[in-house]
């Protein structure tokens, strides 16, 4: 399933929206995004596991969290590059994507992505990111070698920013925000309330912020 420009539009208000409240100023702070990857792709490979002299089990699901990470930067440097432009940061990411490409170039190579592992594809993304360069195209090969489609990944990435502005605005900063609420963490909570919401909703923030509301407001 590709990514639609309604779920693309959505994350991207999102990741403007948090990266504001972190920073107005954030576009003229210049942030180096792409560091940002580059971290997060190596934390991707050591969960995927890469020593051979040792026995090592890939841990799935911390791998597709660490892709979640990951995206929230992409979207972010995409952001950055258009001067927080998010109708031409949509457009030319959708462009990207339509062009189905089945290499990646860098420094002087061509990489079929058909051609690489999973664990060949974080080495690329890191060397990118160190390049302070993205490929669209050897992300969605990552999402699929993980078993993610893209409304996986909009549904997790989603529910991610949403539950972290919603800490924010009920105090995470000041140390105010109960974190356990009837005994589960707002993380269990918000599995649940993923559950609950459409996700084809042009609203679905809202809706997800006010379930986590209703929820909150029965222990704070």
């Known amino acids: 399933m590709t990514l639609t420009e309604n779920q693309l539009q959505t994350m ?37 596991g890469w020593k051979w002299w040792k ?13 979640v990470d990951i995206w929230h930067f992409i979207l972010s440097a995409e952001l950055q590059h258009k001067h927080g432009n998010i109708a031409l ?3 030319e990411m959708l ?21 690489l592992s999973l664990l060949d594809k974080l080495d690329v993304l890191c060397g990118l990111a160190a390049a302070k360069r993205t490929n669209l195209a050897l992300f969605e090969s990552l999402l699929q070698d993980c078993e993610m489609s893209w409304t996986e990944l909009f549904k997790q990435y989603t529910g991610k920013n949403v539950l972290n502005i919603f800490r924010q605005d ?13 005994g589960r963490e707002d993380n269990e909570h918000l599995v649940e309330v993923l559950e609950a919401v459409d996700l084809n909703s042009v609203d679905i923030r ?4 006010g379930l986590l509301k209703e929820r909150y407001q029965v222990v704070a």
Request: glycine content about 6%.
């Open 95 to 115: 462009a990207e994507l339509n062009l189905v490409q089945k290499s990646v170039q860098f420094d002087g190579k061509y990489y079929i992505l058909s051609q």
């Open 170 to 182: 009920n105090g995470y900063k000041s140390g105010s925000y109960i974190k356990i609420w009837n």
């Open 89 to 91: 940061a949509r457009k």
């Open 206 to 209: 809202n809706a997800i912020y």
């Open 12 to 48: 991207l208000e999102l990741q403007e929206g948090m990266n504001s409240k972190v920073n107005p100023k954030w576009i003229e702070a210049n942030n180096n995004w792409h560091r940002a990857i580059m971290v997060e792709g190596a934390e991707a490979i050591e969960h995927h």
């Open 55 to 67: 026995s090592q089990k890939c841990d799935m699901p911390q791998l597709r969290m660490e892709l």
